[in-house]
């Protein structure tokens, strides 16, 4: 069955660096889009990134582009969320989720999760 655990979050400064890793199994990255979702406390869940599964191509969420990076590696199913240029409202718990894609209204949607990462920018 398909599993997502996700790891790498933490604490760090503002301005500072993280990278999150989501490591899959149950599926080939191939033919499924995963994307980074992520939940600050009391919003909702939003959409970071998704890379599709077809041709490794990648959407962002206007409020993370130019800072944050998604990447794939499909030698160890692993999925990567590169951080820069962290931001205290970038604080959130990072869950993956595949597959990654726009409902009706736009929003970004997936059918499968993992655990979560905490992720805390704070000084």
């Known amino acids: 069955q398909v599993q997502l655990v996700e790891s790498g979050g933490g604490l760090v400064q503002p301005g500072g660096s993280l990278r999150l890793s989501c490591k899959t199994s149950?599926?080939?990255?191939?033919?499924?889009?995963i994307g980074w979702f992520r939940q600050a406390p009391g919003k909702e869940r939003e959409g970071v990134s998704c890379?599709?599964?077809?041709?490794?191509?990648?959407a962002y969420v206007d409020s993370v582009k130019g800072r944050f990076t998604i990447s794939r590696d499909k030698a160890s199913d692993t999925v990567y969320l590169q951080m820069n240029s962290l931001k205290p409202e970038d604080t959130a718990v990072y869950y993956c989720?595949?597959?990654?894609?726009?409902?009706?209204?736009?929003?970004?949607?997936?059918?499968?999760w993992g655990q979560g990462t905490q992720v805390t920018v704070s000084s």
């Open positions: 989720g595949t597959p990654c894609r726009a409902d009706d209204e736009g929003t970004w949607v997936a059918d499968f």
């Open positions: 149950g599926f080939t990255l191939d033919y499924f889009a």
């Open positions: 890379i599709s599964g077809s041709d490794g191509s990648a």
